[in-house]
């Protein structure tokens, strides 16, 4: 079975909601939609306070090159545009709606019929990717039309769908792929045919032989898509590491993988590429998982963009005695919540909840220079001497040692036997190393 | 036997005598021409290379002295008006006074006031915590109280306060070289003005957030109201972003903006305990007397 | 109230930890030391008792009087120093010579740098060395397997295999003349462990038992025993080859003397070896090489611990000249 070579962990896989099939999570009162959900520039506003809207309905425009449509996931008023905390506690502003009914806009196909023929042509196809907001929903968010536009001299040659999940616990991608499988593969054929490709490749880690066996049947119908069962590894979902397991080709350091001839999209991305273009729906709901050993109903749920996160939690069982961590993601890369009432946007994949005895990090010991991290990082890094240089603040030797290449998977941290929180350090020279970079090229 | 000691005394010595003329002559071939003053002012120097006068080492300062002749933009904060006095004379020019500074922080969001909403758990470093999170108080711009500023300082100046959780300047250690200010990555210390008898009047607050979420993480955060610019003689205080800030230049130390402030986000330094009738606003603020008066914060009382 | 804890990513550990590495060594080493038990005795027994108790008395005193730290003397770091400096040492070494080598190996091969993880050298081989050099015939005095552990007062000593072989080669006899010298214990005693020789390197068999649990556990990597014992059996057999009555059979070498013990636990020992595994292989090939030269050609019967510190020595230079392979720089202009 394929899988990368180099590096990589084998976390316990720990997929307590996989049985659980997708719910549509009941509507909240009030819905926070922030206007930078995407990586890139914030969205420019289009409402003001007390307008009415409908669900579906623009309400920031992405103007920037690297930006996405923001669209109201809900009808009703707007009560407020404010800064809301962030998963961080940063405060960015936001779009505070209050619910009333539901009612969407016009020319939205909601029906649950599948619509396979699509006539667009390549350049309408990326303006109604554009226009309908579809950033990447693994977890980076990037905007999906702007992968789509491949740049002058470089031509992709393979499409390549992540249906790898290899965060442990969440589910979310892997009930998609059972569930809506076919809608999945439509909207592949959509992406080829964005990116003028004649071969897709649907990466899914042998964890999930259900959802391989189940897309392997379906594709008999589409032409040019492959399935792959692929060895389960952390970080497999990473891109690069991604496109090494399935085509064999590596990324050069810096790039980006049209370098290679290979773009890489989401399975819930090609579902909402798959909306965006034959059913005119805007990605304003997406799928959550909730989960955690401590939780008493995981679940997935179809989720509006925008509901509180504590509404999710209370739909899954409440919040269990003893929490001590609340993650937005998975446990290997997700961010820790500091409060739960932040929002869920188009880059949240899963919520998972941590008793306090989870939560708790090993006590941190000398090194012992046993190298594990040095094997285990995917990319051939040494986080031992990363972090070590990042500690001492040593920046110029932390860019020598190649700190930008880091995808900050935490295998290192993950695998060190001193419990050392060598991803802590290296993401800190990440930033400031990025600072000097950028400043000396603007010289 | 004796020719031994001979031949080795000989050999040696001729070894010995080659190296010297050789090195000589390098010598004079690579002699590098140094004014002299430039050893006289290093010599004057406290020697710290602590970089606040923003040169690497005291040398490449005493360089930068001796080669310009003009101290109007050079100056040592540690040694401070005594050292520049003195280092004036060598390269014949007369020394200017300058006012002694010394680092201020800018939050009082301690324990109390912006109590902890949740816990971090990482490396202990500002740096870090700042890229994770907005701090534990859940002020994006508080004191994040990990002591980024205290390894920084090589004074021993700065130290974490416990029951606070903020940094505590010492009056006397401090020598305002600003190290602690490059340090912090949310730039809350400010080097300002020491003041006559250390008295220092200064917003502890550099929030920029709209009233109500300022508030909601720290009860002594600026709101942005603007009484204090109002009731400022002087126009020394500006308001910008939600954010007051009190140009020391200006400032007089006439002590009327502190009991406007409604969150009590003015600090008073070391100045004598006002009298009853003139704190009226302080009431709002000043609850029990068991608790640290808000706006005249002495600091000896301070450092305990 | 209950709070919240955050922090970065990742949020789970593998469990893996340093105690858990220390004793998996620790187990790793219970097969050679029960065969030393075996054939040495009481001797074995003491000496291996007093290294591990006294490893760990400096290395709390050291730690909370001196550098006035958290001890951690139950991350079983000390504990393999101790045994491993017993391994080393003739059963029969007076106990205040090994509590002398503990003292160097933790106080200056260990401590002195800083503790755990940050110790240049081999500490237990720092030891050993030092009482090699301080005292060289109580150190070169090996009592016979057996007979020794029969009796205790009077203890039979005889030469180890590599120092009878080499007084042999010195005196002008051949190879073949010395396998069958009266002394010299056939392959067999040797993979067993019935030779003259320090404590715990004698049964080359109960090394490798220990060794194979330390590669299925992950502990180690193969890469430098493999490389280390390759060297040796090249190097070995070149010579061998060129003139069989002056140098003797690879499989002589690699099974007598510390050669196994060396290149399982000591070469190996993390903090000590290279990082990637290019280097490693590097280290373990400079290992069994400087091992070889020494004794061919040096004055010891026996080389290892020299080659081991020696390498141990050239670790940082190995570790910034061979870097792993990043992903992504083949194809990088």
Redo the contacts between chains.
């Keep these: 079975m394929k899988t990368f070579k180099k590096g990589g962990v084998h976390p316990a896989e720990n997929k307590i909601a996989e049985k659980a099939a997708i719910e549509v999570l009941s509507l909240p009162k009030r819905v926070f939609i922030p206007i930078g959900q995407h990586l890139g520039a914030p969205a420019v506003l289009q409402v003001k306070k007390g307008d009415k809207v409908k669900a579906g309905q623009l309400i920031a425009k992405g103007e920037a090159f690297i930006s996405a449509n923001i669209h109201s996931s809900v009808s009703g008023t707007v009560a407020k545009i404010e800064e809301i905390n962030d998963t961080s506690g940063y405060r960015r502003m936001a779009v505070i709606i209050d619910v009333e009914g539901d009612e969407w806009e016009e020319g939205i196909d909601r029906s649950a019929s599948i619509k396979k023929e699509c006539t667009l042509s390549t350049e309408d196809i990326i303006a109604k990717v554009k226009e309908k907001g579809v950033v990447g929903l693994g977890g980076a968010t990037f905007p999906s039309h702007v992968k789509l536009m491949v740049p002058q001299g470089k031509k992709a040659d393979v499409l390549i769908i992540n249906g790898i999940e290899c965060e442990p616990y969440l589910t979310s991608d892997h009930r998609l792929m059972l569930e809506r499988g076919e809608e999945i593969l439509v909207g592949v054929s959509i992406l080829m045919k964005g990116l003028r490709v004649t071969k897709a490749m649907i990466g899914i880690e042998a964890n999930k032989p259900d959802a391989i066996e189940h897309l392997q049947k379906l594709t008999a119908g589409f032409s040019g898509i492959e399935v792959f069962g692929l060895k389960v590894k952390y970080p497999q979902g990473a891109e690069k590491q991604l496109i090494k397991a399935l085509i064999n080709r590596e990324v050069p350091s810096g790039k980006l993988p049209i370098e290679v001839g290979a773009v890489v999209h989401n399975a819930g991305t090609a579902l909402a590429v798959y909306e965006a273009v034959q059913k005119n729906k805007p990605l304003v709901e997406r799928v959550v998982t909730v989960t955690g050993r401590s939780v008493i109903k995981p679940s997935n749920f179809l989720v509006r963009i925008g509901t509180p996160v504590s509404e999710l939690i209370e739909a899954a069982g409440g919040l269990p005695e003893g929490t001590g961590k609340v993650i937005s993601g998975g446990p290997m890369m997700g961010k820790a919540l500091i409060s739960l009432d932040v929002p869920v946007v188009k880059g949240t994949s899963g919520i998972l909840l941590m008793t306090k005895a989870e939560s708790k990090r090993a006590v941190v010991q000398n090194c012992i220079r046993c190298a594990t991290c040095s094997d285990a990082c995917p990319m051939g890094l040494e986080p031992y001497l990363i972090g070590a240089t990042a500690a001492m603040e040593n920046w110029e030797q932390a860019e020598k040692e190649r700190v930008m290449d880091c995808i900050e998977c935490g295998s290192c941290h993950y695998i060190c036997p001193s419990g050392r929180p060598l991803l802590d350090y290296i993401r800190v020279g990440k930033i400031k190393v990025g600072q000097t970079m950028r400043s000396r090229s603007q010289k | 036997m004796n020719e031994v000691v001979v031949y080795s005394v000989i050999s040696l010595g001729a070894i010995g005598a080659i190296a010297a003329i050789v090195l000589f002559f390098v010598a004079q071939k690579f002699k590098v021409i140094e004014d002299p003053r430039l050893d006289l002012v290093e010599a004057e120097l406290p020697g710290a290379n602590c970089g606040g006068c923003g040169f690497p080492s005291c040398r490449n300062f005493a360089d930068a002295v001796v080669k310009t002749q003009d101290l109007r933009n050079l100056d040592c904060p540690v040694g401070g008006n005594a050292v520049m006095a003195k280092v004036a004379p060598i390269i014949g020019i007369e020394a200017s006074e300058k006012d002694p500074l010394i680092a201020v922080v800018r939050c009082n969001g301690s324990k109390t006031y912006a109590p902890a909403k949740v816990v971090f758990d990482g490396p202990k470093t500002c740096t870090f915590a700042h890229l994770l999170h907005a701090g534990e108080s859940g002020c994006p711009s508080g004191c994040v109280g990990l002591g980024d500023c205290v390894s920084a300082c090589k004074f021993d100046a700065i130290c974490i306060d416990e029951a606070s959780g903020l940094p505590v300047v010492s009056n006397e250690k401090c020598v305002a070289c600003g190290a602690c200010v490059k340090a912090c990555p949310r730039s809350i210390i400010e080097i300002r003005k020491k003041g006559k008898k250390d008295r220092r009047i200064f917003v502890s607050c550099i929030n920029t957030e709209k009233g109500a979420p300022a508030k909601k993480n720290c009860a002594v955060a600026c709101i942005g109201c603007g009484k204090c610019v109002k009731i400022c003689p002087h126009d020394a205080i500006v308001l910008e972003k939600n954010l007051a800030y009190i140009d020391f230049d200006k400032c007089i130390l006439c002590r009327k903006c502190a009991p406007e402030c409604p969150t009590g986000s003015i600090l008073e330094l070391n100045f004598p305990l006002r009298k009853e009738k003139t704190s009226v606003n302080d009431e709002k603020v000043h609850t029990s007397a068991s608790e640290k008066p808000l706006n005249s914060i002495n600091e000896s009382n301070q450092q305990e | 109230m209950?709070?919240?804890?955050?922090?970065?990513?990742?949020?789970?550990?593998?469990g893996?930890?340093?105690k858990?590495?220390m004793w998996g060594v620790v187990i790793a080493l219970i097969p050679a030391m029960l065969v030393s038990f075996y054939f040495f005795g009481l001797g074995a027994i003491n000496i291996t008792l007093i290294a591990v108790v006294s490893c760990l008395l400096f290395e709390f005193l050291i730690q909370r009087f001196i550098m006035k730290t958290a001890v951690?003397i139950t991350?079983g770091s000390a504990v393999i120093t101790g045994i491993l400096l017993a391994f080393t040492v003739p059963s029969s070494l007076p106990f205040y010579m090994v509590i002398i080598g503990s003292l160097i190996a933790i106080g200056v091969g260990k401590m002195t740098f800083?503790?755990?993880?940050?110790n240049p050298f081999n500490p237990a081989l720092v030891g050993r060395v030092f009482l090699l050099i301080s005292f060289p015939v109580d150190m070169t005095t090996w009592p016979k397997p057996l007979e020794s552990a029969q009796q205790l007062s009077d203890v039979i000593s005889g030469p180890t295999p590599l120092g009878l072989m080499k007084e042999g080669l010195k005196s002008g006899e051949t190879v073949s003349t010395m396998l069958h010298d009266a002394n010299m214990p056939d392959y067999i005693d040797q993979l067993v462990g019935n030779v003259t020789g320090s404590i715990g390197e004698v049964s080359a068999i109960a090394i490798v038992v220990g060794g194979i649990y330390l590669l299925i556990r992950k502990i180690i990597t193969w890469h430098i025993p493999v490389s280390f014992l390759l060297s040796v059996v090249v190097f070995a057999g070149i010579f061998w080859l060129i003139d069989d009555s002056k140098y003797v059979d690879p499989l002589f070498h690699v099974i007598t003397g510390g050669i196994m013990l060396g290149a399982f636990f000591m070469a190996t020992d993390?903090?000590?070896?290279p990082?990637?595994k290019m280097g490693q292989i590097l280290f373990g090939i400079g290992c069994g090489l400087l091992t070889m030269i020494i004794r061919m050609f040096g004055a010891y019967p026996e080389g290892v611990s020299f080659a081991i510190l020696i390498m141990n020595a050239f670790v940082p230079l190995i570790n910034s000249g061979m870097?792993?392979?990043?992903?992504?720089?083949?194809?990088?202009s």
């Design positions: 209950n709070l919240l804890t955050v922090s970065g990513s990742p949020h789970i550990h593998s893996n930890s340093v858990k590495i951690t991350d800083g503790g755990l993880g940050k993390m903090v000590t070896s990082m990637s870097k792993p392979k990043r992903f992504g720089e083949k194809v990088q």
